[in-house]
């Protein structure tokens, strides 16, 4: 393979010919997902650096790498000799990338980027920027085809129907759905890209990426026809017979180019900027009439769960419980006896766990497990080299989750593994008591996730603490364990939450160099009443998991919290111990039994 | 004096020459404040309908008022016989004035609004609306002067600076201060229109309108020079000396369209639309660059109160404070002696006593005292028809501030007149948990309003029940009652609260026909400390009167909510009583005796 230097030479070379002057490889794909396929980590190819976040910019003398604080270290060690800076984000001092280029490159020279793997907000947000600096920026520019020796294909792998059973709605109803919505914004159509938006509306999964059981490809929806860009590859019968039901036309995923130019000609085409990508935003441009909407209805109907979805993500949870039940046995155990036990066997063992449910399908993600110090690093992933052995005299966050057919899980328990300060306990409380705020919140329809983040916090916060993360998100069902649009955060987001919606409550406290804090349920918001005053909503709590009670100051707590924590740890006993061994129920009678006040 | 009628049809005679098939006649004035001078009355001048809101738009063949529900009954009556048709502003099926006039004229038809008294962004959005219909406007439609027989004049009242002991800044040191920003701003200069901002900046205050100490005047703001554009017959001796020695320039307020057109031709210009008339942005928008801020830093400034104003408004405090117990002691001897008192007396009880005080200047605003069920009206005002008497069996709220030369206060007391059940103590207890719940909020900076709104409501969605307005309006110093830009609502403020803005706290419960709670103080937004997790900010209540503990239901209280009451009431007991008679420190004794739990 050559050399970090030697590619970036090639490259140079076609940005003399090609008259550029400094080119910007970003870590996202054509489809706006978390996780990209291999074909395009162009970034990673070409700097070494694979680390989930980061951005390469190659002007013809200098190159550097913009990645933030998770990634210091790992992107010092990648980047040796390769002759790329590190550049900082977050730190003060350190420029934005956008800034640098501006500062290197001189009015009238010429930056590339390749279209296809921005979103079409973050690319028209570029080039306004660049435009204020006199640079142009071409947005065709993407050599790596031919850089790229072996570069790996466009996934091809088969995709599948999620049968009705678990989808609870029929693709050809969800469509209707959304054309009403298209109608109503007074459009024609509308274009998708986002992967997991498809998977949703076609019903159909897939194993394109990493964690989300989705696969690549576009989809046109409109009031005459509705089409499905898609490898043929993919098309396994099952998927065939599915959409031929349903009147769905597939087409090869390469063809959306030509529809747009023929078939969707001078039409007002719906779409949301930060769901589709630049490349077919500028097609969309030159052919079309583009009504844009910062929430897509398709994406607001997927958040919004139907009664089949609701009663899958219950049984996946009870399922779910089991295994996180199974595993913190294990792990109490082990510690009682000795056993050595690290982070990456936790990562293991969960997983083992979890695979022996019915209708398991993979992780949602990787799991976070974090003895310690490691667990004050937000998003720390054990490696080989990092992994510490777990002693019994501290705490443990797990951060974990699994997809199955009926449902997406995403749990955060921070469990003792012996002795701990008060101190710890106290912080832990604080956390716990803003996870039982937020939980049991009752709020009017219309109320977004910024007027609820501080009922998370609020406790932190009289303890001059606060955790720099949102408080919740979205979670898909039997899909992204990350999905919009509603969001629980110190930031304003329009997207009131809905009865149907599942969303997270993960309040933390990270204090470096010691231990962190994170315990996360998922919500579901449902209603709560109907008065004068209009309907009120809160939550369900979905997860069914214990909550270490070794770990509380009631002192800390209020009456109503301690009884709300006794009636959830009531509710795991009576859902979970009919699926567990004897020894199981008894352990999980002792995690659960009532704490007092 | 005319009908009416007759009016509208001389106007509809000039409409007709002019070419105008729609006028759109607001409440609002060229200087952007809550209450219109005599002059700008325009409206209530046309119509006959006196309320403080509504609109009111003349055809060639129909003529409306748009009002909000405070005055449907009032408005009815001021009708009558008019021809004028009443347009009930949020209920269902009632268009807004906009969509009406867009379906009574056709394409090419010109809508006249008289641009000197809307702001600027709501002209602008007017303008793209009915661009969007294919309607024109022309904006300098106002043949008021002609048609309104002795209309009144531009108010001349003199004005008076305030003394720097109570400003604690000097007008030129503010000068520099927004000159600094202008800069920042990447501008030349900046224009200023309300007539709060101007009050704040020159150190000036005057009689022009009710309530709020200002007069009208506009400004210049620019690196070279300051201009106040101002009637001379307000320019008293000491305002001149004070202006020559700040080194202000003063100029005719009509003379500022010729300032533009000359001095600033072609320069740039920072300011707020919605803080600026629409005649003088037009006036900008031919003649220099426009650069806008939602929020202007002179506003900015000015809410953020220097050492001298804090200890003004404390100071103000106690003197309101002493004036409340002294009503509050007379209101509940009444009672006991069975005396008749109304809501009138208590208003006019209220004024006297604040009267009596040091350097008191006027009310803040007109006293709501509403007993029983006028206290779910959330803008009653006691007419001598509605005047109600107060009998020892229900509750009375008493919403009142005065101006003071050293503060400005606005305090909400509801008090119990005698026997109340035990549902009107759950709800003023659920009020007064919020209250207390947002006084003791701690928060990092950066936040805003609506992240600290849930605190004061949550009790309240808990039982099912709301307040459908905001939780907390800024306050000035000795000056507006109501001014931002910071707030604390449902809605989305981006300014977050910064140490020395002084906000309300006030949620209240309506239950129309029964009664209205509702428990506010001054909160004083200070430093709280500063951790690993930055700077945390934290309220100090200014406000000192007792909160009736009668009503209260110590049940449903957290013990650290009750210590919190017992706190303030302690305070307010050690700052009022060196200043009341034995008699009357007796009963604030009696009143702010620690309650248990």
Known sequence: MPSVQTKIQSLRKIMQTEQIQACIIPSTDPYIGEYTPDRWKTRAWLSGFTGSAGTVVVTMNKAGLWTDSRYFLQAEEQLKGSGIGLYKTGLPGTPTFSDWIGSELSAGDCVGIEGAVFAASEAKSLIEFFSEKRLKVRTDFAPYDSLWKNRPAVPANPAFILPECFAGKSCRKKIRE???????????????????????????????????????????????????????????????????????????????????????????????????????????????????????????????????????????????????????????????????????????????????????????????????????????????????????????????GAQYFDGTTDITRTVSTGQVSETVKRNYTWVLKGHIQLASAIFPAGTVGMQLDILARQALWKAGQNFLHGTGHGVGCFLNVHEGPQSIRMNYNPTPLEPGMITSDEPGLYLAGEYGIRIENLLLTVQAKTTEFGDFYTFETLTLCPIDTRLIDCSLLYPEEINRLNAYHQRVRDRLTPLLSPEEAEWLKEQTKPIGY
């Open 178 to 400: 959304v054309v009403a919505e298209i109608k109503k914004n007074q459009a024609n159509a509308t274009i998708l890209a986002a992967s997991d938006t498809i998977a949703w509306l076609f019903n159909i999964r897939g194993n394109d990426v990493n964690y989300n059981p989705v696969c690549v490809s576009y989809a046109v929806v409109s009031e005459n026809e509705t089409v499905l860009f898609i490898s043929p590859d993919k098309l396994t019968q099952g998927v065939s017979d599915y959409f031929r039901k349903e009147g769905i036309i597939t087409a090869d995923y390469e063809k959306i180019a030509d529809y747009i130019q023929k078939a969707l000609h001078g039409a007002t085409i719906l779409i949301t900027p930060s769901k589709i990508n630049y490349r077919l935003y500028s097609i969309l441009l030159e052919n079309c009439v583009i009504k844009e909407t910062s929430v897509h209805p398709a994406d607001l109907l997927k958040s919004i769960k139907n009664a089949t979805e609701i009663a899958g993500i219950r049984n996946a949870m009870q399922k779910d419980g089991v295994a996180m039940v199974k595993f913190l046995m294990d792990l109490e155990k082990a510690l009682a006896n000795n056993e050595t036990i690290t982070e990456l066997d936790v990562a293991e063992k969960l997983r083992t766990y979890r695979s022996e449910q019915a209708l398991y399908f993979g992780e949602s993600f990787k799991t976070i497990a974090g003895y310690g110090a490691h667990g004050a690093v937000v998003h720390y992933e054990a490696t080989p080299e990092s992994n510490a052995v777990i002693h019994p005299d501290g705490i443990l966050l797990i951060d974990s």
